[in-house]
C-alpha cells in the first residue's frame, strides 16, 4: 500500500506521476532524451534500455526493472538476452563496448566515485564516445532516482507479466513524452499518458 494518498490502483512510477503531475513532466522528458531519443545506431535504445534494467535489476526494483526489461526484449526480440544481461552482462551475447559501459552503469550504482580512468579509458578503448560516456552515468543515476521514486512511495507493482509486455511495447515504440489531457472530468482510474506504461494498461483490480 502506498505510504502517501496515491491513486493505488495504478502500477509503479504511474501512481507518482498521477499525484504530481509537475515532477512527472520533467521525468518523462528526461527519460525520453535518455533512453528514446539517442539518434545514434551505436548506442540504441535497446542499449539505453538494457542499462536502465540492469541498473534497476542492481536495486531491486520490480517495476522498473520488469517494465525496461519488456522494453528492451521488444526492441531486441529477445527476452533471454535481457536475463543475460542482469544475471552476468560480462557473459552475455553483447558487443564488448556496451560491457564497458555497464561496468561503469555498474559503478554508478553504488557510488559515482567508483567510475575510474581506466573504466571510461576501457570504454573508449572498444569505440566508446563522450556523448555515449556521458548518457551511460547518467541513465545509471536517473534510474537510481525513478528506482528509488518507486519504491519509496510504496507504489503498487503487479506481477502479471502481460501488464509489462503491453507496457514494454508501448515505451519501446512510443517513448515517454505523450500528450497528457487537461480535462478536469477524465475518469481517475485511468492510466495518465505519462511515457511509462500505455494509456490502457490495466488497473489494480478491486478487493
Not at 519504491?151 to 506481477?159: E, K
Request: hydrophobic share 35%.
Amino acid at each position: 500500500m502506498p505510504h502517501i494518498n496515491l491513486p493505488e490502483e495504478l502500477p509503479g512510477i504511474t501512481g507518482g506521476f498521477a499525484f504530481r503531475p509537475e515532477t512527472a513532466k520533467p521525468l518523462r522528458e528526461l527519460a525520453h532524451v535518455l533512453l528514446h531519443t539517442s539518434g545514434n545506431d551505436s548506442f540504441s535504445s535497446r542499449d539505453r534500455e538494457l542499462i536502465a534494467t540492469f541498473v534497476s535489476s542492481r536495486n531491486t526494483c520490480y517495476f522498473c526493472q520488469t517494465s525496461h526489461g519488456a522494453a528492451a526484449a521488444h526492441l531486441s526480440g529477445d527476452t533471454g538476452l535481457v536475463d543475460a544481461v542482469c544475471r552476468d552482462y560480462k557473459s552475455a551475447p553483447i558487443p564488448e563496448k556496451l560491457k564497458a559501459l555497464l561496468a561503469i552503469a555498474g559503478e554508478v550504482q553504488i557510488d559515482g566515485k567508483r567510475v575510474t580512468k581506466e573504466l571510461v579509458d576501457e570504454a573508449r578503448r572498444h569505440g566508446a564516445n563522450d556523448i555515449e560516456i556521458h548518457d551511460t552515468i547518467l541513465i545509471a543515476a536517473a534510474f537510481c532516482m525513478y528506482n528509488r521514486y518507486v519504491d519509496g512511495l510504496g507504489t503498487w507493482q503487479p506481477r502479471d507479466s502481460e501488464i509489462y509486455r503491453a507496457m514494454g511495447k508501448q515505451m519501446a515504440e512510443a517513448g515517454y513524452c505523450r500528450p497528457s489531457t487537461t480535462d478536469a472530468h477524465r475518469d481517475p482510474r485511468q492510466v495518465p499518458q505519462t511515457g511509462i506504461g500505455p494509456e490502457d494498461l490495466p488497473v489494480r483490480p478491486s478487493t
